[in-house]
């Protein structure tokens, strides 16, 4: 079973599993959990050889026992019981992607898949990178422009934004025929049509306090990394959101210029009891409800902002 993340870099990264390694079954957890919960824990479980894709799963020490295989490039501790744990992050490397990740691991030729994964989690910030080559080549050899990449990584998430779990796993077999398949889905670009406006719709109420910029917003979909991610590149400066839903709140922060390091923010959450992740310039929390507000004060407090 391939259990991986349901953005743009796990979509990508379970395709180039795929293709290296042959079809398997593929499992996203519930969309919004970076852990698995009862019901995916058991599901899991019941596959004997399990491989991790993008994701931190506090679960993987849980299924020793079973053959383990992660793959991943965000802050984790490692599981000693996995077969393999490749992580640059445990050796002290940060990469851009798990799409990276795997191209090194596997010598796999860099390709539309690993661009994908890269702009997925880096957007714009790419072109700041070395890997920044890889995409450049991909863009010639496809005969695309920057902007086809960015709005297929686009229509690739708005599957999750639309909380359309088993979609995010047929787009794993779409994104396999390629980017043009992926540009020329209907679906996916009435996925996005909608999801672009509720973004839009929050960001314009963001407030800019200065050394960050702040929100608050009530939405059902699971678009807070994104509307964190639209504000942090437009306005160039650190930006906290937190989306109140029914039954959590939802806290997202994201460092656009690495000027700070979200890593110490994801141990003070976790130290508070909650579940977080996420890399040097993001990090992401679920909280009980009416938490957000308290916990970003927490969050300002060790920014000493």
Same mark, same amino acid.
Request: glycine fraction near 6%.
């Given at each position: 079973?391939?259990?991986?993340?349901?953005?743009?870099?796990?979509i990508? %990264?379970?395709?180039?599993?795929?293709?290296?390694?042959? $079809?398997?079954?593929?499992?996203?957890?519930?969309?919004?959990?970076?852990?698995?919960?009862a019901?995916?824990?058991?599901?899991?479980?019941? %596959? =004997?050889?399990i491989?991790?894709?993008?994701?931190?799963?506090?679960?993987?020490?849980?299924?020793?026992?079973?053959?383990?295989?992660?793959?991943?490039?965000?802050?984790?501790?490692?599981?000693?019981?996995?077969?393999?744990?490749?992580?640059?992050?445990? *050796?002290?490397?940060?990469?851009?992607?798990?799409?990276?990740?795997?191209?090194?691991?596997?010598?796999?030729?860099?390709?539309? @898949?690993?661009?994908?994964?890269?702009?997925?989690?880096?957007?714009?910030?790419a072109?700041?990178?070395?890997? *920044?080559?890889?995409?450049?080549?991909?863009?010639?050899? !496809?005969?695309?422009?920057?902007?086809?990449?960015?709005?297929?990584?686009?229509l690739?998430?708005?599957?999750?934004?639309?909380?359309?779990?088993? !979609?995010?796993?047929?787009? &794993?077999? @779409? &994104?396999?025929?390629?980017?043009?398949? &992926?540009?020329?889905?209907?679906?996916?670009?009435?996925?996005?049509?909608?999801?672009?406006?509720?973004?839009?719709? *929050?960001? =314009?109420?963001?407030?800019?306090?200065?050394?960050?910029?702040?929100?608050?917003?009530? %939405?059902?979909?699971?678009?807070?990394?994104?509307?964190?991610?639209?504000?942090?590149?437009?306005?160039?400066?650190?930006?906290?959101?937190?989306?109140?839903?029914?039954?959590?709140?939802?806290?997202?922060?994201?460092?656009?210029?690495? $000027?700070?390091s979200? @890593?110490?923010?994801? $141990? &003070?959450?976790?130290?508070?009891?909650?579940?977080?992740?996420?890399?040097?310039?993001?990090?992401?929390?679920?909280?009980?409800?009416?938490?957000?507000?308290?916990?970003?004060?927490?969050?300002?407090?060790? @920014?000493?902002?």
């Amino acid at each position: 079973m391939i259990v991986h993340h349901w953005d743009t870099d796990g979509i990508t %990264s379970a395709a180039i599993y795929i293709k290296l390694h042959g $079809e398997d079954e593929l499992f996203t957890p519930k969309i919004g959990n970076f852990y698995l919960d009862a019901d995916d824990f058991k599901k899991v479980k019941s %596959s =004997q050889k399990i491989v991790i894709l993008d994701m931190n799963l506090p679960e993987a020490s849980k299924l020793c026992g079973h053959e383990i295989y992660i793959y991943d490039h965000h802050r984790a501790t490692k599981v000693e019981c996995a077969k393999e744990h490749y992580n640059p992050y445990l *050796w002290g490397k940060h990469y851009p992607s798990c799409t990276t990740v795997l191209m090194e691991r596997f010598s796999y030729k860099p390709n539309y @898949l690993v661009a994908l994964g890269i702009l997925g989690d880096k957007g714009p910030d790419a072109k700041k990178i070395k890997e *920044w080559r890889i995409v450049e080549r991909v863009m010639s050899d !496809e005969n695309l422009i920057f902007d086809d990449l960015m709005l297929a990584v686009e229509l690739l998430d708005s599957s999750f934004k639309m909380n359309k779990r088993e !979609e995010v796993i047929d787009n &794993v077999h @779409l &994104v396999l025929h390629g980017i043009t398949e &992926v540009l020329e889905n209907d679906k996916l670009h009435r996925n996005l049509e909608f999801i672009s406006k509720e973004i839009e719709n *929050w960001k =314009q109420r963001a407030e800019d306090y200065g050394r960050y910029v702040y929100l608050e917003m009530k %939405s059902p979909y699971m678009i807070i990394s994104a509307v964190t991610r639209r504000i942090a590149w437009s306005e160039h400066k650190p930006t906290i959101v937190i989306n109140h839903k029914d039954d959590r709140d939802e806290f997202y922060i994201r460092f656009p210029n690495n $000027e700070y390091s979200a @890593l110490t923010l994801i $141990e &003070v959450a976790k130290k508070m009891g909650y579940n977080a992740g996420g890399k040097r310039e993001v990090m992401g929390a679920i909280l009980p409800p009416k938490r957000g507000k308290e916990f970003a004060e927490r969050v300002l407090e060790v @920014l000493g902002w």
